[in-house]
């Protein structure tokens, strides 16, 4: 049979009952747009998370230092940081243990109506911090490098640890007592969003951090611009500490290609999951459709081989009809696909990833999956005797 003749019949075939084979289409039409969608939404819906992560928390850099008898961060040492191309902020913080938990009261009175007392933490920090720790002053203001320098008796509550205290106002100058000394609160910290645990703390200048344990720098918090942690993150404890800058350990955020390869990665092996299933229905659909056809056309089937068709022109035959059926369900799927994966991102405001190799292998793919499913009815049309089929 020539090929011509063999593509012909095959059309034929395919096109002799268009409502099945519409219908049969239909199967590898679902599988190949549920396939498209989900990877196109897959890589779209990744591409969306990596930005946010990106804004969030890959610009974020904590610098842990030791504690030593001799500092290894001064105080000044984050303004040197300040300097290098991508640092949008720093700020030196200072916690210990003891330091953690200490008594905190609102005023002196013993009031059996009211609790003034509380167990809150004490964090020494540099005039920057909220900045550093992209917060802002809700009530009153941070201190200042003149308040450092003349050695004020000055905090800054962070929001809850206000709450708790029951400060709420500034304008009569409030003070609060920490270990029976006092200290005039003149702004409220809120808004945090690095180290929440400044909500519940007193924050006190350095040079009151003495006072109860907090002589020395923990803790460095950097913030820089998109794409400049990796490079900051390198350079932080040379411009922290250039004697000692092995003994800093910086923790920087991951690298946000390998968060969007694993986010895309996950997201991708779900959904490719549900994809493989639709295929598989729409393969068992062009199965049985096929099976189906054969029997009805045992005649035909019979007939052609008392002409003189082989075995493998039969099996091609209807090989080839289950395969053109994969084909056209799976371009159609893809257009399909594509267009939604489009329709889906302009709804959500984002931008469509689209991928020009998926949208090239989907009738790839619908073919395969027809071939695949007409394998077994090929096969029994084309083991039928001649005899047995014009019987």
């Not at 799976?330 to 949208?359: F, H, M, N, Q, Y």
């Amino acid at each position: 049979m020539d090929i011509r003749d063999l593509w012909a019949e095959a059309l034929a075939g395919m096109l002799a009952r268009p409502l099945r084979s519409a219908l049969t289409t239909l199967g590898t039409v679902l599988g190949i747009t549920t396939l498209v969608i989900t990877l196109g939404v897959a890589a779209t819906a990744g591409n969306q998370i990596v930005g946010r992560f990106d804004e969030l928390t890959a610009t974020a850099i904590t610098v842990e230092v030791p504690e030593k008898a001799d500092p290894l961060v001064t105080w000044d040492a984050p303004a040197a940081l300040t300097r290098l191309r991508g640092v949008t902020s720093a700020a030196a913080l200072a916690q210990t243990d003891e330091s953690s938990n200490l008594q905190v009261a609102s005023n002196t009175l013993v009031d059996p109506a009211r609790v003034t007392n509380q167990t809150l933490a004490v964090v020494a920090g540099g005039p920057e911090l909220p900045q550093a720790v992209r917060g802002r002053m809700t009530e009153g203001r941070f201190f200042d490098a003149g308040h450092v320098e003349r050695r004020d008796r000055v905090v800054v509550l962070g929001d809850q640890a206000a709450r708790m205290l029951g400060v709420t106002r500034l304008t009569s100058a409030p003070a609060v007592f920490i270990e029976d000394r006092a200290y005039t609160v003149i702004g409220i910290l809120g808004g945090l969003r690095r180290e929440q645990i400044l909500s519940t703390a007193v924050i006190v200048p350095p040079t009151l951090g003495a006072d109860f344990g907090l002589k020395n720098v923990t803790r460095v918090l950097v913030n820089t611009t998109l794409g400049a942690a990796d490079l900051i993150a390198g350079q932080a404890p040379v411009a922290l500490s250039p004697n000692h800058p092995d003994a800093l350990q910086v923790i920087a955020p991951p690298s946000p290609t390998r968060a969007r390869d694993g986010v895309q990665d996950d997201v991708n092996g779900l959904f490719l999951i549900l994809g493989m299933v639709s295929l598989v229905v729409g393969a068992i659909g062009i199965a049985n459709v096929t099976l189906v056809t054969v029997m009805e056309r045992v005649a035909e089937i019979g007939l052609r081989r008392s002409l003189g068709a082989a075995r493998r022109h039969i099996a091609a035959q209807f090989l080839l009809e289950s395969t053109l059926i994969g084909m056209t369900g799976g371009v159609i799927g893809a257009g399909l696909g594509l267009v939604s994966v489009v329709a889906i991102s302009a709804a959500k405001e984002w931008t469509p990833v689209l991928d020009a190799r998926l949208a090239l292998a989907a009738p790839v793919a619908g073919a395969l999956v027809g071939l695949l499913a007409g394998l077994y009815p090929s096969l029994r049309a084309a083991r039928m005797e001649p005899v047995d089929a014009l019987r």
